[in-house]
């Protein structure tokens, strides 16, 4: 009988996300030193998705055994967090009035730290943290981007026609387009770029026109070990918040509570569904995590609504845990919400506007959720579907969502995949190093 041959692919070309590979959980075959550029690291819950990346990411990596450096900003008033590795090392500098990073201060650390012990195997910046004028010619390097101009343009068209007669038409659509052609003239300045979803690793191949063997898909990944499926702590975060056990159905949104997040849509959904009808009001709640200007708006809406405040991560977990769908309606088509995939590893079906990263990436099919146009209309029409589909029919699909959540979405998997990446950006041909190959494994 003939053998079958395992296929050896080409890493640096591979087309889709590198998350779907299986790479070793053994310890890594060398370990890297890394520099890491990023405007700013997180303090506590107060992180958006680029910072809870950065930490989620080189944290796993610095467990890992990797020697790390992180150049970021100092932060303004509050004390920087300690963490347990000796391999860890953060060169705080002032950040500049616009709260950036400080380019020529900035290179300046990470030259000194290029040139004591040895040099850095890999940079890694996230977004601009290392703007294009530093990055050239560094062939070892990877930025990876939470979001671009082109991707932009979509959330602009919706807050356009979301805008009311009243308010002043913005020049943001116009702006952006310009904004898109300076990208696209100093992207190539980055010698490896990382999208964070399929559609970004697309149109960086297309409109932006880096060389397919440049550009990498490593979708985002969030911690498996904290969110994961927990009924008990689900059922005591219902009763510690007071959510009554007569409701049917809870709803459940996170982060911060602002406009271009479409909580105006979803409060004016929510509003007028309450109002036109009495089977779902006494039915449905909805929890609300997070702060922001809405969330006044939100406790305007009565006993439907429980606005919570920001949680920390622990809260966020057993949050996921206590409801039955989450909803996410943000107008904002920036890479892969870290929200979407907590809710699904936790076990629960996802709702979410019909942006291209997320329908591309993330909700591929009616099995894991729901996706809506950012119309009230539409936003309504899913909402009652949730509502008379059921917990039964809620529960499965969000069996369906943990496990894809699994395949594809865990820190682990992203962490692995970054390794490879920087393993084949640090590779030693002449020691006969072959990291930018995958030998598949026969099924």
Same mark, same amino acid.
């Given at each position: 009988?003939? %053998?079958?041959? $395992? %296929?050896?692919?080409?890493?640096? =070309?591979?087309? =889709?996300?590198? *998350?779907?590979? !299986?790479?070793?959980? *053994?310890?890594? /075959? ?14 506590? #819950? ?18 890992? +055994? ?12 509050? $004390?920087? /967090?300690?963490?347990?590795?000796? @391999? ?66 979509? #959330? ?41 979803? &399929?559609?970004?690793? &697309? ?26 499926? &927990? ?14 056990? #007569?409701?049917?159905?809870?709803? +459940? ?23 036109? @009808? ?12 997070? *702060? ?7 406790? &305007?809406?009565? $006993? ?12 966020? !977990? ?9 909803? *996410? ?13 907590? !809710? ?47 917990? +039964?029919?809620?529960? %499965? ?41 995958? %030998?598949?494994?026969?099924?």
């Amino acid at each position: 009988m003939e %053998q079958k041959q $395992s %296929q050896i692919i080409e890493l640096l =070309s591979f087309p =889709s996300a590198w *998350n779907q590979l !299986a790479f070793s959980s *053994n310890p890594p /075959p060398k370990l890297l030193k890394i520099a890491l550029f990023v405007k700013k690291w997180p303090h506590r #819950s107060q992180a958006g998705g680029l910072e809870r990346h950065a930490l989620t990411l080189h944290l796993a990596l610095a467990k890992r +055994g990797h020697e790390l450096h992180i150049f970021t900003t100092s932060p303004p008033n509050s $004390s920087f /967090p300690r963490y347990p590795f000796n @391999n860890l090392r953060f060169h705080l500098s002032k950040p500049t009035a616009s709260g950036y990073l400080d380019q020529a201060l900035v290179w300046k650390l990470f030259q000194t730290q290029n040139s004591t012990g040895r040099p850095f195997d890999v940079i890694h910046t996230e977004s601009v943290g290392l703007m294009h004028t530093r990055s050239r010619n560094q062939t070892n390097l990877a930025v990876t981007w939470h979001g671009i101009a082109y991707e932009t343009i979509h #959330s602009d068209i919706i807050q356009e026609l979301l805008r009311s007669p009243e308010e002043p038409q913005g020049y943001a659509l116009a702006e952006r387009v310009t904004k898109v052609v300076e990208e696209v003239r100093f992207f190539p300045s980055y010698a490896h770029h990382v999208a964070t979803s &399929d559609h970004v690793g &697309d149109v960086l191949k297309r409109i932006y026109m880096i060389p397919d063997e440049r550009v990498h898909i490593i979708l985002n990944g969030v911690d498996e070990e904290i969110f994961k499926p &927990d009924i008990v702590k689900g059922k005591d975060f219902k009763k510690r918040f007071g959510v009554p056990e #007569s409701k049917t159905l809870v709803l +459940g949104m996170a982060g911060r509570l602002v406009k271009d997040k479409g909580h105006p849509l979803m409060f004016e959904a929510l509003k007028q569904m309450l109002s036109e @009808n009495d089977a779902f009001r006494h039915s449905v709640v909805l929890l609300v995590a997070g *702060n922001g200007p809405w969330g006044a708006r939100y406790r &305007d809406l009565g $006993s439907n609504v429980l606005v919570l405040g920001p949680l920390e991560q622990a809260q966020l !977990a057993d949050f996921y845990n206590a409801i039955d769908i989450f909803v *996410n309606p943000t107008l904002r088509a920036q890479g892969l919400d870290h929200t979407l995939l907590e !809710a699904m590893l936790s076990g629960k079906p996802v709702m979410a506007t019909r942006l291209a990263s997320t329908t591309g990436s993330v909700v591929v099919g009616t099995e894991v959720g729901y996706t809506f146009s950012p119309t009230i209309a539409s936003l309504k029409k899913t909402l009652y579907r949730v509502w008379y589909n059921g917990r +039964g029919d809620l529960k %499965q699909k969000g069996h369906a969502a943990r496990q894809r959540g699994l395949q594809l979405f865990t820190a682990t998997k992203m962490a692995s995949a970054y390794e490879r990446l920087f393993l084949c950006l640090s590779n030693d041909e002449k020691n006969g190093e072959n990291y930018c190959q995958y %030998q598949a494994p026969l099924h």
